[in-house]
Every structure is written in C-alpha cells, then in structure tokens.
C-alpha cells in the first residue's frame, strides 16, 4: 500500500516511515506541509499520516484541502498538541483516526492497517444474525445496545458464521479463510478464535455450535 | 440589623435616621418650651388685667379703704372655666381687706411698686399664677401702698401649652418620617449603579475578559477602572497560561516521540540478552514518561477549561464512545472482553465535550491498566436526573478506605504498584466542574466500578 507521511521531526518520521517499509509498504516522506499539499495534489495514496504541526501550512489546513477536494485517502492524524486551546478536533474537520504523540507504535501500525484495509474496499456492510450485528467500520458486533470490541480475525471469522447461518463449516474450510494458504497456523488456532468469539457474545440470541468432528455453525434462538 | 452589619443602605438608613431622632427631640423639647411661655404669657395678660381693675376699683372713703369688684374683672377670667381663682387685697397697713388672707403673694411686696409681678407659687396644694399688683395712696387720712394679690390655677395654661406641642411634635414627626422615606428612596436611587455593576459583572460568561462597559456615575469609574485593570491583568494571566500549556505540549512531546522512535527503531531482534532487557527497561520508562507527561498536560488542560470554556448541551454517548474508542488500543489483548453500552436515554449534559472526553478517557485508561484481568465495560444511562457513565472492570478494585486518596493526584493504590498518577484526579476535575461526582462502587462477585456522575441538561437550549 502507499502511505504518505507528512512529519517534520526527523527521528519521529524516521521511525514510522522505517517501520511501514518492513512491513511492506511504500512510504513518501514529506517534511514540509507545503510540499505535502503539492504532492497531494497530483498522487492518490492509501494512507495519509499526517503531524498537525508543520511549517508553512498545518496539518488542518492540508486535512482541509483534502476533504475539500473530496479525496478518499483515510486520513490518521499525529498531535503533539494539547486541547487547551483548540476549540475544532481533528475527527470534526475529516480525519479518520487520530493518535496523541507520543504514542505506541504497534498501536500507530495497527491503526494504520485499520483505515487501509478500510480503504481498500473491505465490505462494510453490515451483518445480521440473531440480535447480533456486525459493523466492521467500528470493529465492534453489537448485541442488543451493547457494542463488544472485535479482534480483526474475530470479525473475519463472526462474519464468516453470521452471513450463512445454519451453514456448518468445516474447521480447514475456517482455517483458510482466515490466515490463507501462506500461513503455516495450527488448526487449533480456529478453537482458539471460537472460544474468544464465543466469550465475547455471551449473552446474544444466536450461538456457535460446535458440530464434533464435522465443524461450528451459528444458530440463531428465533425460536425462544 | 446585625444581618446587615456592611449595607451601605442599612449604615445611612441608620445614621440619618439618629440625626433626626436627636433634631426631632431637639425640636419637640423647643415647642414645649415655647407652647408653655405662649401659654403663660396669654393667661398671665388676662391674669394682670384682672388685678389692675380690681386695684382701680379700690377708693378711700372717710379714711377708710373701700372695696368694691367689678364684675368685668372675672369675666375675663371665668374664660378658663376649669381654673379656681383666689385673691387677697391687702391694705397699706398690711391688714387682709377681703379674700382669702392665707394666699401669700410670694415675693416682697415692695418690690412691685413700679410693676406688676407675675410669678408661679402654690396655694393649698395646688399649683397657680400668683399676680401681685401695687397702688398707691396719698389721702390724708390714708397713704401708703394697698396690694392687690390675684392667684389662678394653671390648668387651662397647661392644656394650652400641651396642645400646642402636641401639634407641633406631631408636625415634627410627618417632617421627620418623610425626610426618613425620602433619604431611604435617594441612597437606593444613589446605590442603584452598585447593582447595575453587579448584574453586569454576574451576566457575564466566564471566559468574557473584556473591560465592562456600563454607564456609570462619576464617583464609581475608580472602582469599574480597578475592576477592568484587574480583568485585564486576569485576561493576560490567562492567555499566558493557555500559550504556557500549548508550547509546553508540543516542546515536550515532540522530543519525547523522537526518542520512543528510535528507541523502536533499535529493535529487539538484533540485540543480546542483557541489551535487550535494557531496551525494554527504556521502553518501559519512556511509557511511563509519555503517559504522566500526557496526564499533566490533560490535567492542567481540563483546570484551564473549567474556566475559560463556555459550557454547552452535548451528547454523552456521543463523547464517551470517542472517549472509548480513543481510550481502548487496538493492541489490547484479544482475551480481554471490551464493551460499550448505551441505553435509549441519550443523555444530555451541560458540559464542555473535550474536558469530559479527557475525564472518560483518564477513567479507562485507569481501568484498563490497573484493574481489568479480563473484562472491562462501559455504561452510560440517565438515573434520577443525573447522567451516569460507569466503568467495570474485572480486577481487583480499590478498596473502600482508599477511594477519597486516589482522586487526588499522584495517590497510589498499593495492591497495584506503579502510580496511579493523575487519572482520577483529573476526572474528579471535570466532574465537579460540570456539578457532579466520581464515585466508586464496593466491589462485588461481577466486578468494580467507577462512576462518573453528571447533572442531567434539563429542558432545552442552554
């Protein structure tokens, strides 16, 4: 994927930019907020990172342009300020996601994979089975009122269950729908991913069954 | 009156009124004093009159002193019906002629010779106006001086002389009670800029510094001059203080990503045993360092807002569930059950949205690090007229002697070394700055919960 990242901290933009390449993204590092501007002007990126202080033009001046020019690039934004004086947040002018420097940057990496994938055309509609409901542009299932926090292959996998109930799938039919051919997992990672599954949908009207050396279905309680 | 020891109004109300109660007493004291000379002077003419006639009508006759009264003498006197008359005349001998011969005149008798005298003195019991009048004689067979003593009950005097005081301290009072009134109305008419002053200094939004600019008299402009000198000072202060926040946020935090940065960049793979367990120690560190440094800025922040920043009807859920999903790290582990939950209430408050986000943020993130083992839930719903947003976690708790230390900064829940820093401080803050409370609930079989409380935005617009 392509990120642009606009910092003007060396060792800060150093880092994050050394820390997408490893894991296979190209990055442009802009460290002027004029020359971000420009380069947005004419490339389509993925991801934008995007520090709100910059010289010559902020963050929220470039974060406007580009909602003004209707761009789709998911936008996360790096602060180092505080909000004593702002009275407009980042979320309000058009970002997608915003992290308070300093931050972690395994959370920074796994926020980033969120919007991308987002970006990327992953289906967001939403799923429902039972009283569940699935909202993958929250990374949450809500059942009844309640939203639960979903782990990216947890929502892979609830979305797997939830789009055909009844349907029984097979534990290899899960395991590959989730990690791919590529991977080399145990098929005990899909117990583990049910069990998790299970925990966090306690109390829904629909559960996964499991089918003993057959596979798991989801089965809605329509009929209490 | 103790109540309104430092009234201005109460401190003249009184001290006019003193004054006129020392005038008034002053002049009534005057009008009986001259009601009583008045009185006097008007029965003792008639009184004098009385006795020079009955004197005119003495004649010699052969030697002998010859009586004989006038009826016209007592008719001016029965005027004051209710008084009894005494008189005596005395001849140049001394003897009583006729009249009562124990009504004694009082004075020497020689000494009203040229004038008639008129003076107070008593007779059996009773207070009177004793007159004494002289004539002479110069007949050969009798000369000398024959007197004539005409004494009056004072009663009609008196009655004359209450009445007219009366009257007169009567006068003196609607004087007095109208120049009160009139003194009561001028002071509330004069103090009216005061409470003008007031209203306009109380209407005013918290964050409105500028200088007032209300018509006022010329002796109060010292006293609004102070005032806008003082808003000005407090103005600068203020700003100061919000540009002293801002640079010190961004000069710290900046430094303090760069070196998490290359911290990151070190890698752990590449690096021996005990270099590594070093890394993780300045990994460790520089965590703890961003989150206080974070938790500083956030709490001089959310004690700046409480101030500076108009509050407004905002959404609850709206700002808790950004709060959550700030607050909750996608790297958390995936064995812990994270959930958010609001109920159809939509609860409503008065508040500031990014002090009250900073406060839910804080209490999660107290959660998160401190209590959850494996469950954490947030909840928000109205009850009895308060919004209530409670956090639940699964771990320990704290326990119930500790609640009130840890709302203040720095304080440590033992159990769980490290500091607690200033998470609950900061949303103790905002809560008391919107009118509510950070509360805790005992910990019980399902888990520990911290609630934050906040008074319901009642009716609509703000």
Same mark, same amino acid.
């Given at each position: 994927?392509?990120?642009?990242?606009?910092?003007?901290?060396?060792?800060?933009?150093?880092?994050?930019?050394?820390?997408?390449?490893?894991?296979?993204?190209?990055?442009?590092?802009?460290?002027?907020?004029?020359?971000?501007?420009?380069?947005?002007?004419?490339?389509?990126?993925?991801?934008?990172?995007?520090?709100?202080?910059?010289?010559?033009?902020?963050?929220?001046?470039?974060?406007?342009?580009?909602?003004?020019?209707?761009?789709?690039?998911?936008?996360?934004?790096?602060?180092?300020?505080?909000?004593?004086?702002?009275?407009?947040?980042?979320?309000?002018? %058009?970002?997608?996601?915003?992290? +308070? #420097?300093?931050?972690?940057?395994?959370? =920074? !990496?796994?926020? &980033?994979?969120?919007?991308? @994938?987002?970006?990327?055309?992953?289906?967001?509609?939403?799923?429902?089975?039972?009283?569940?409901?699935?909202?993958?542009?929250?990374?949450?299932?809500?059942? %009844?009122?309640?939203?639960?926090? +979903? #782990?990216?292959?947890?929502?892979?996998? =609830? !979305?797997?269950? &939830?789009?055909?109930?009844? @349907?029984?799938?097979?534990?290899?039919?899960?395991?590959?729908?989730?990690?791919?051919?590529?991977?080399?997992?145990?098929?005990?990672?899909?117990?583990?991913?049910?069990?998790?599954?299970?925990?966090?949908?306690?109390?829904?009207?629909?559960?996964?069954?499991?089918?003993?050396?057959?596979?798991?279905?989801?089965?809605?309680?329509?009929?209490? | 009156?103790?109540?309104?020891?430092?009234?201005?109004?109460?401190?003249?109300?009184?001290?006019?009124?003193?004054?006129?109660?020392?005038?008034?007493?002053?002049?009534?004291?005057?009008?009986?004093?001259?009601?009583?000379?008045?009185?006097?002077?008007?029965?003792?003419?008639?009184?004098?009159?009385?006795?020079?006639?009955?004197?005119?009508?003495?004649?010699?006759?052969?030697?002998?002193?010859?009586?004989?009264?006038?009826?016209?003498?007592?008719?001016?006197?029965?005027?004051?019906?209710?008084?009894?008359?005494?008189?005596?005349?005395?001849?140049?001998?001394?003897?009583?002629?006729?009249?009562?011969?124990?009504?004694?005149?009082?004075?020497?008798?020689?000494?009203?010779?040229?004038?008639?005298?008129?003076?107070?003195?008593?007779?059996?019991?009773?207070?009177?106006?004793?007159?004494?009048?002289?004539?002479?004689?110069?007949?050969?067979?009798?000369?000398?001086?024959?007197?004539?003593?005409?004494?009056?009950?004072?009663?009609?005097?008196?009655?004359?002389?209450?009445?007219?005081?009366?009257?007169?301290?009567?006068?003196?009072?609607?004087?007095?009670?109208?120049?009160?009134?009139?003194?009561?109305?001028?002071?509330?008419?004069?103090?009216?800029?005061?409470?003008?002053?007031?209203?306009?200094?109380?209407?005013?939004?918290?964050?409105?510094?500028?200088?007032?600019?209300?018509?006022?008299?010329?002796?109060?402009?010292?006293?609004?001059?102070?005032?806008?000198?003082?808003?000005?000072?407090?103005?600068?202060?203020?700003?100061?203080?919000?540009?002293?926040?801002?640079?010190?946020?961004?000069?710290?935090?900046?430094?303090?990503?760069?070196?998490?940065?290359?911290?990151?960049?070190?890698?752990?793979?590449?690096?021996?045993?005990?270099?590594?367990?070093?890394?993780?120690?300045?990994?460790?560190?520089?965590?703890?360092?961003?989150?206080?440094?974070?938790?500083?800025?956030?709490?001089?922040?959310?004690?700046?807002?409480?101030?500076?920043?108009?509050?407004?009807?905002?959404?609850?859920?709206?700002?808790?569930?950004?709060?959550?999903?700030?607050?909750?790290?996608?790297?958390?582990?995936?064995?812990?059950?994270?959930?958010?939950?609001?109920?159809?209430?939509?609860?409503?408050?008065?508040?500031?949205?990014?002090?009250?986000?900073?406060?839910?943020?804080?209490?999660?993130?107290?959660?998160?690090?401190?209590?959850?083992?494996?469950?954490?839930?947030?909840?928000?719903?109205?009850?009895?007229?308060?919004?209530?947003?409670?956090?639940?976690?699964?771990?320990?708790?704290?326990?119930?002697?500790?609640?009130?230390?840890?709302?203040?900064?720095?304080?440590?829940?033992?159990?769980?070394?490290?500091?607690?820093?200033?998470?609950?401080?900061?949303?103790?803050?905002?809560?008391?700055?919107?009118?509510?409370?950070?509360?805790?609930?005992?910990?019980?079989?399902?888990?520990?919960?911290?609630?934050?409380?906040?008074?319901?935005?009642?009716?609509?617009?703000?």
């Amino acid at each position: 994927m392509r990120i642009l990242l606009v910092e003007d901290t060396r060792d800060v933009g150093e880092a994050i930019a050394r820390r997408f390449k490893a894991i296979g993204h190209s990055v442009d590092w802009e460290t002027s907020g004029a020359a971000a501007a420009d380069i947005l002007d004419s490339t389509g990126y993925d991801l934008v990172i995007l520090d709100v202080m910059l010289p010559e033009l902020d963050g929220f001046e470039i974060l406007r342009r580009l909602r003004r020019a209707k761009s789709p690039a998911p936008v996360l934004v790096l602060t180092a300020r505080s909000e004593v004086e702002d009275r407009v947040e980042a979320l309000d002018l %058009g970002a997608d996601d915003y992290l +308070l #420097k300093p931050f972690d940057f395994r959370e =920074l !990496e796994a926020r &980033a994979r969120v919007l991308m @994938r987002r970006h990327a055309g992953e289906p967001t509609n939403i799923i429902q089975c039972g009283d569940i409901i699935l909202d993958r542009a929250s990374r949450s299932a809500r059942v %009844g009122r309640r939203e639960i926090q +979903l #782990k990216r292959r947890e929502i892979s996998l =609830l !979305e797997i269950l &939830a789009s055909r109930p009844g @349907r029984v799938f097979s534990k290899d039919e899960l395991l590959q729908s989730l990690f791919g051919f590529d991977e080399d997992v145990s098929p005990n990672a899909v117990e583990l991913y049910i069990g998790r599954l299970r925990k966090k949908l306690d109390c829904a009207k629909a559960r996964i069954v499991t089918l003993r050396g057959v596979g798991y279905q989801m089965v809605p309680d329509d009929t209490e | 009156m103790t109540r309104n020891d430092s009234s201005l109004f109460t401190r003249l109300a009184v001290l006019v009124s003193l004054v006129l109660c020392v005038g008034a007493t002053a002049l009534a004291s005057a009008a009986w004093y001259y009601a009583r000379a008045a009185a006097d002077d008007a029965y003792d003419r008639v009184l004098k009159g009385a006795a020079l006639q009955m004197a005119d009508s003495l004649t010699v006759d052969g030697g002998e002193l010859i009586v004989d009264l006038p009826a016209s003498a007592f008719e001016l006197l029965g005027l004051a019906e209710r008084d009894r008359l005494f008189y005596r005349i005395v001849d140049p001998e001394g003897k009583t002629l006729t009249g009562y011969a124990d009504l004694a005149s009082g004075s020497d008798l020689s000494a009203v010779r040229s004038d008639p005298v008129v003076q107070n003195g008593s007779y059996s019991g009773d207070p009177v106006r004793i007159v004494v009048v002289a004539r002479a004689f110069s007949d050969p067979a009798l000369s000398g001086w024959a007197h004539v003593i005409v004494a009056q009950t004072t009663e009609a005097r008196r009655a004359l002389a209450a009445e007219l005081t009366t009257r007169a301290v009567l006068l003196v009072l609607i004087m007095s009670v109208m120049a009160l009134a009139g003194t009561a109305l001028a002071i509330r008419y004069a103090l009216q800029p005061v409470w003008r002053l007031g209203a306009a200094l109380n209407s005013r939004d918290s964050q409105d510094l500028k200088p007032i600019e209300v018509d006022m008299p010329r002796e109060m402009r010292p006293f609004v001059g102070s005032i806008n000198h003082f808003m000005g000072r407090l103005e600068r202060r203020v700003s100061q203080l919000e540009r002293f926040i801002a640079d010190a946020a961004h000069q710290i935090r900046t430094p303090l990503t760069a070196l998490t940065a290359q911290v990151d960049l070190l890698g752990h793979d590449r690096l021996g045993p005990e270099a590594r367990q070093h890394l993780e120690r300045v990994q460790q560190r520089a965590e703890e360092l961003a989150r206080l440094t974070n938790q500083l800025l956030s709490h001089a922040m959310v004690i700046h807002r409480a101030d500076a920043v108009r509050l407004a009807p905002v959404n609850l859920v709206d700002i808790a569930r950004r709060a959550f999903r700030a607050a909750v790290p996608i790297t958390l582990s995936p064995d812990i059950i994270v959930s958010f939950e609001a109920d159809e209430s939509d609860p409503r408050v008065l508040g500031d949205a990014v002090s009250l986000r900073e406060a839910i943020v804080n209490v999660i993130d107290n959660a998160l690090r401190h209590g959850t083992l494996s469950r954490l839930e947030v909840k928000v719903s109205s009850q009895a007229g308060n919004a209530v947003i409670e956090v639940e976690d699964d771990g320990p708790g704290i326990p119930r002697e500790a609640w009130e230390s840890v709302t203040q900064r720095f304080a440590t829940p033992k159990q769980n070394g490290g500091t607690a820093g200033l998470g609950f401080s900061i949303a103790a803050e905002v809560a008391s700055a919107h009118g509510g409370t950070l509360g805790f609930r005992e910990r019980n079989e399902h888990g520990f919960v911290v609630v934050l409380t906040l008074p319901l935005l009642t009716g609509e617009g703000d």
